[in-house]
Each structure stands twice: as C-alpha cells, then as structure tokens.
C-alpha cells in the first residue's frame, strides 16, 4: 500500500516542483518591482504633497515621477555641464565620512555592470583553476595599471574578477598577463553564465535547448 502511495506521489511531487521552479523566478521578480515601485511611490507621493495640494495627488503619480526624473536624469548626464555639475556634487558628498563609504561601495559596484565605456568589466577571460585542470570565467577589471596609483603592482600584471555563482561576490586576483585567456564572450552573457552557474544558455546567441 505504502509502495502504491509512493508511486502515486512521484508524479505529484514532480509536477508540483517543476512550477515551483518555474513560479520562483517571476515571484521574486514581480516583489523587486512592487518594492521599487512602492518605494518610489513613497518617497515621490510625499514630496510632491509637500510643494502641492493633496487634493492633486493620485495613486500612482509617485510612481509616474520616479520614471520620469530617472529618464530626465539620464538624459542630463549626456550633456557635459550636468556631469560636471554632478562630479561637483559627488565630490561634495563624499567629504562626509559615513556617507563616503556607503555610496563609494554602491557606486564602484553599480559601475562594475555598466555596460557603457565606464563599464570596469573590460575583458571576459578564462583563468586556470589552481590545484586543477579547470578554467573559471572572470573580468579583466584593471589591464593598464597607470590609471590607478598600484605600485605594488608589476607591469606584466593584470587584476581580474571571479564572481561566485548564485550569489554576491567574488575574488579579485592579481596574476601575469600570459595566464589568462581572452575570450569573444559579451560582458552580459558572461555574468548570466556565472550567475546561473551554467544553467541558462542563450550564451554567444545560442538558445537553451534543455
């Protein structure tokens, strides 16, 4: 009886893990957006209620403004003043010691995903794995060391980035140039590669076809 009940389930179980693992992804998904767009709804709504009347306010108009000044701001930063204007700001803004260091971190590691000329993931390379015959995927980060004031660092040296799979974080090596291999792989796919350890394909345009 128990041995029927066991086969029974089997079929259950799968199917009821196979949604689960289909429902996961776009859930999490679905709560970053609300959360952003609650957040900017909050911040937003009150401060368009401080300059305004309530009764002008609507539901929703917070939201509205987050999207309309994030377009209007990147679309300030392509004129020259405005980033200068910026720079000036940032300047300012990191001469308060505790704010200093939470916004550096924020803005070094939002910078390491720019997918512009900025962007710090210059090159994706393969590294030689120690103690091992594999290779892990990594980031050249700093390839000319005469942009930053590294004099520990040799001229035949590069600093790559190994980012951990599923999860935050990596390891930042400094190694000889000769030791890693570049690779024709976008920044892009490259991270979507690390991130699922390999699951998700569609890598250099080729579908996943599990």
Known sequence: MNQLLTVKMKPI???????????????????????????????????????????????????????VVVFFFGNFLNSETFRSLFSIFEELVIQIPVVKSIYSAIRDFSALFSSGKKGKFKQVVLVKVPHGNGQQIGFITVSDFEEVAHTLIADDQIAVFLPFSYQMGGNTVIMLRENVLEIDLSVEDALRFIATAGVVGNVNGEQDKS
């Open 13 to 67: 179980s799968k199917t009821f893990f196979k949604g689960l693992i289909a429902i996961i992804p776009l859930t999490l998904t679905l709560y970053l957006l609300f959360w952003l767009a609650g957040t900017a709804e909050f911040a937003l709504g009150n401060i368009f209620k401080f300059f305004f009347p309530d009764s002008w306010y609507v539901q929703g108009l917070g939201f509205v403004l987050g999207l």
